[in-house]
Antibody
Framework: EVQLVESGGGLVQPGGSLRLSCAASGITFTYHWMSWVRQAPGKGLEWVANLNEPGNDKYYSDSVKGRFTISRDNSKNSLYLEMDSLRAEDTALYYC??????????WGQGTLVTVSS | QSALTQDRSVSGSPGQSVTISCTGTSNDIGGHDLVSWYQQHPGKAPKLMIYDISQRPSGVPNRFSGSKFGNTASLTISGLQAEDEADYYCCSYSGLYHWVFGGGTKLTVL
């Protein structure tokens, strides 16, 4: 089955860290740019970060640059998002998505990150 | 990286057509032919409906069409059906491998 499954979300205190994972199946993972997109409760979508097929070119939105790190392990068909110095405004549902062909083609169901004391 | 501007809500009756607009700047929509649209039902993940301004992925009904003029992109849904009721988001390339979404439009089928 073609799917992306995110995990690793949870409750974390402000200033804390969290690592999200996204497991891909049913696709040739190494063929795809990958992205993280988030959605705050009741709000719209926000692009967070993306990286190329080998994982050596990485790009971040201004809101997370310097605090978040995107990476991938092609041997495990997995995408990651390391989040440090978390803030209340980082509270959101985090989706991973394929980003080939300049479009977000396949989305996971998301993992919820809540930053609160 | 300001979000693209979308109307908060639009509505239409079954069988009618509706158009959802998305306004950006010359740095994003106006400067690149890389606009996509996503449909999101409550509690569900977004789904790609249109890419490269007007291309439909396999499986998306041809009732959905996209266009662009200047700094504004549009999604038109013809022959509205009840299942089209959802939130719709536009997205554009904004340079330097960055992407920006619209604030979303809630479509109500009356």
């Amino acid at each position: 089955e073609v799917q992306l499954v995110e995990s690793g979300g949870g409750l974390v205190q402000p200033g804390g860290s969290l690592r999200l994972s996204c497991a891909a199946s049913g696709i040739t993972f190494t063929y795809h740019w990958m992205s993280w997109v988030r959605q705050a409760p009741g709000k719209g979508l926000e692009w967070v970060a993306n990286l190329n097929e080998p994982g050596n070119d990485k790009y971040y939105s201004d809101s997370v640059k310097g605090r978040f790190t995107i990476s991938r392990d092609n041997s495990k068909n997995s995408l990651y998002l390391e989040m440090d110095s978390l803030r209340a405004e980082d509270t959101a549902l985090y989706y991973c998505a394929t980003h080939g062909g300049r479009k977000f083609g396949l989305w996971g169901q998301g993992t919820l990150v809540t930053v609160s004391s | 990286q300001s979000a693209l501007t979308q109307d908060r809500s639009v509505s239409g009756s079954p069988g009618q057509s509706v158009t959802i607009s998305c306004t950006g700047t010359s740095n994003d929509i106006g400067g690149h032919d890389l606009v996509s649209w996503y449909q999101q039902h409550p509690g569900k993940a977004p789904k790609l409906m249109i890419y490269d301004i007007s291309q439909r992925p396999s499986g998306v009904p041809n009732r959905f069409s996209g266009s662009k003029f200047g700094n504004t992109a549009s999604l038109t849904i013809s022959g509205l059906q009840a299942e089209d009721e959802a939130d719709y988001y536009c997205c554009s390339y904004s340079g330097l491998y960055h992407w920006v979404f619209g604030g979303g439009t809630k479509l109500t089928v009356l």
